[in-house]
C-alpha cells in the first residue's frame, strides 16, 4: 500500500497561504550574505516541483562572488549597447533604458540564482523529433515543457526563500545576453540558463502587485 499523507491542519493551510500571499518582490537588497544553509534549503524545496513527466529538467547555479556577478552585469550591459545600434531599436531609448534596468536587477542582490533548463527527453517530444516536423510545428504542439518545469521551480524556489524571510527577483530580461552569461557561468549544452532570481533582505517595502479579478481568470 502506498503511504498516505495526512492532510494540511488548518494552521499549516494558513501559514502557506500566508507566504504565498504576502508580497516578496522588491528593486533593491541589503548587503546581507544568504547563508549556503538558506541556499540549500531553498533549492532543495524548488526541487520538489512538480515538473513534466517527472524529469526534473532544471538546474541551479547559486552566485554570491561579487566579482562574477559583476562580470555578468557587464556582459548584459554590452549586450544592451549592441541592440541600441540595431536600426529598429536605435530610437526605442525609452524601451530600452527600461529593459535594461529589469535585465540588472539580478546584480543588486547578495545572491543570484541561476536558472538552467534541459531537455525533458519526453516521450512525446521524441515522437515529435522521429515523425520529422519542423522546428516551428515542434515548438507548436510541444509547447516547452522543459520551460514550464524550470517555472514550477522557480515558483518554489521564491516562495521558499520568502519563507526564510528573504525577498527575491524573478527575472528573463538578462536573457538576451545569454550566451555570454552562460559562457561566464561554464553553462554547456544541452542546459540552456533561462532565469535569474535575486535574492536578498528587503532594503524597502515589498509591494503586491495589483492581482486579475479571478472571474476573469478562472
Known sequence: MGTTHAHLRSSDRDGFENVVRDP??????????????DVEHMVELAMCATSTCAGQAWRFIAIRDRELMAAMRDVVLERFDELALTPGL????????????QALQFAKAPLCIAVLALPSGSPI???????????????????????????????LLTTSAHSLGYSCCWTCAPIVAGEGLERLLGVEPPARLVALVAVGKAAEQPEASQRVPLERTL
Open 125 to 155: 517530444e521524441q515522437l515529435l523529433e522521429l515523425a520529422g516536423l519542423t522546428r516551428e510545428e515542434h515548438e507548436r504542439l510541444c509547447v516547452r515543457p522543459e520551460l514550464q518545469s524550470a517555472g514550477a521551480a522557480v515558483q
Open 90 to 101: 536605435a530610437l526605442q531609448e525609452h524601451k530600452r533604458t527600461a529593459a535594461r534596468a
Open 24 to 37: 516578496c518582490r522588491v528593486r533593491h537588497f541589503l548587503d546581507d550574505e544568504v547563508p549556503r544553509a
